[in-house]
């Protein structure tokens, strides 16, 4: 596989196992360089806190895990490493829309699009997730978001 799926998919493994982990710390973890990982978002509540992880997939939406929403995230935190020192360009507010067949983790479905409330500002520490290429058609369909009405997700 290429790494940015192996990326994507240890993403989707933390945020599924986050909410299950014993205790909030990283075990034998290790500083991630700047340089790297300039996709990774900090999804937090209305206090300001971090809830899940989450990765920008381009200027206007983040991914993370549907059950996330319990948090009720209302903003993401993007472009650093070290969330003790943001300030408020990093800050996005954001909408919600959770994949229509979610219940819970374990039925599956488990991902969330964050839509930012601006474009979020590319630099040299934030980048989006290179996401592999594929040759399959998608069908345009549409996703029903409750803060939307029917039949539309933006």
Known sequence: ???ALHRILLLQ???TL???ALGSEIINGEKVPDNKMLFMASVQ???NKHICGGFLINKD???TAAHCDDGIPTSVVLGTHNLKKIDDTM???VKRCKHPSYEKVDKGSDIMLLKLSKKARLNKRLQPISLPKTKTKIKKKSVQCSW???NKCW
């Open 61 to 63: 939406f983040v991914v």
């Open 91 to 93: 800050r996005y507010s």
């Open 148 to 150: 939307m009405g029917p």
């Open 18 to 20: 986050g909410l299950h």
């Open 1 to 3: 596989m290429k790494p």
């Open 45 to 47: 509540n209305s206090r």
């Open 13 to 15: 493994l933390l945020t």
